[in-house]
């Protein structure tokens, strides 16, 4: 189903916004035409049965995932660069989206449990399907024709079930027939059948596989963007500042266009607007992130470690918040497990020389989610040497 995107009421005000998410009196409607590759994924379920997912997938953001995620991408980080990076003269020339897609898959594959992926083969094989899947699953904000971009996220869907997905499963189902605690998204699947089938199970780790790599890959590009701009010295700053410097790039760029939902009864909202049973709103979490009275008058500048009024983020909205608030969070903003694992990335970029390449230029992606398809970059180094 395509929701008549024209009719839906817009919310732009970050209190109206925030209100709507936690709100139980709205029903989910983010998800429909890219229900084939998501449908029925924790991200799209509602009530007792989202709840319960939730439930059965919070082992995979518990605090040891969340130090194994890290030491994942430390163990990989250096190895992904190097396969990415061609020589340019005195300089290492690479493209941070297809960089960024490289380590986040690494993370990716600890999450669901994929096995081979650090083999550059399997990498490659994984990044060239991982382009048409991340399209697909937010066709709604595609600007090409969304049939096809459908037709072809389901090819490449089916491509990474044959090669990493089944045997992946197999092995997984084995470990845990023979009691071994489930630690990926693999081993829950297997050990919770009555939950999923196997349709069900292999839309919840394209979920997962894009959402692990996705609004990653953005973020990074966005944050190296605006300190460059900046004329920030990351190698300088501390940790603490790189990620006021990640929360803020989250604030000002949301890689969700808009969450939609459905009031589910008529909603008189805090401040008096009137929503009606079975109206459409769409969050605008650019425009709720940039609210001048909760960010100040200058909320469309990237200003790291601004003032904010007591318990709003430092990302605003981007998030989410309520019910759906994003699972992974904790892998982005830090948490007392691990740092940020932008931070990670871009201390180690930083001290290889990053710096945008000043003759090939950025392109975005054919979407309204405001994302590269190519940040070309340049390193004076190559890891290791
Ligand atoms: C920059 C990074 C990320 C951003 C901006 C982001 C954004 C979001 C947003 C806005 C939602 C809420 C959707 C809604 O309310 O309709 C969400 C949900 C979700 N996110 Fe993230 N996300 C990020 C990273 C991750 C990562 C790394 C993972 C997993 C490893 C993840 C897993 C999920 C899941 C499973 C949900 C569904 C939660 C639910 O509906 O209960 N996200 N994310």
């Not at 607007?273 to 979490?285: F, H, K, P, Q, S």
Request: glycine share 6%; charged share 25%.
């Amino acid at each position: 189903m395509t929701l008549p995107l024209h009719d839906l009421a817009r919310v732009t005000s970050y209190a109206e916004a925030d209100e709507i998410l936690c709100s139980r009196r709205f029903a989910q409607e983010s998800k429909h035409e890219s229900a084939p590759l998501i449908g029925d994924t924790v991200l799209v379920l509602d009530g007792p049965p989202h709840l319960q997912r939730r439930r059965l997938l919070a082992p995979l953001v518990a605090r040891g995932a969340l130090a194994d995620y890290h030491a994942v991408i430390s163990r990989t980080l250096d190895r992904c660069i190097d396969a990415m990076v061609e020589p340019a003269g005195d300089e290492w020339a690479a493209d941070l989206v297809a960089l960024g897609r490289s380590v986040f898959l690494q993370f990716a594959a600890a999450v669901i449990g994929f096995d081979d992926v650090t083999d550059p083969d399997a990498t490659a094989e994984l990044l060239r399907h991982l382009g048409p899947i991340l399209e697909a699953v937010t066709v709604e904000w595609s600007t090409r024709d969304h049939a096809t971009v459908l037709a072809e996220g389901e090819a490449a869907r089916d491509a990474v079930i044959a090669r990493f997905y089944t045997p992946a499963a197999r092995r997984r189902a084995e470990l845990v027939e023979r009691g071994e605690a489930p630690t990926d998204l693999l081993s829950l699947l297997a050990a919770h059948g009555e939950e999923w089938d196997e349709d069900a199970a292999v839309r919840e780790v394209v979920l997962f596989l894009a959402a692990s790599t996705l609004n990653n890959v953005a973020l990074l590009v966005h944050t190296a963007h605006e300190l460059h701009a900046m004329g920030s010295s990351i190698e300088d700053m501390t940790d603490e500042q790189l990620h006021e410097a990640v929360y803020e790039a989250l604030r000002l760029y949301p890689p969700t266009v808009a969450l939609l939902r459905r009031a589910l009864t008529d909603v008189t909202l805090r401040d008096g607007r009137v929503i009606r049973e079975g109206e459409y709103v769409a969050v605008d979490l650019a425009a709720a992130n940039r609210d001048p009275a909760v960010f100040g008058p200058d909320a469309d500048v990237f200003r790291p470690g601004r003032p904010l009024p007591n318990r709003v983020r430092p990302w605003g909205l981007t998030f989410g918040s309520g019910p759906h608030l994003c699972l992974g969070r904790a892998v982005v903003t830090g948490s007392p497990a691990a740092p940020g694992v932008h931070v990670q990335i871009l201390r180690t970029l930083a001290a290889l020389g990053l710096r945008p390449d000043p003759t090939r230029e950025p392109v975005l992606a054919a979407s309204a989610q405001r994302r590269h398809d190519s940040y070309p970059v340049l390193l004076r180094h190559r890891p290791g040497r």
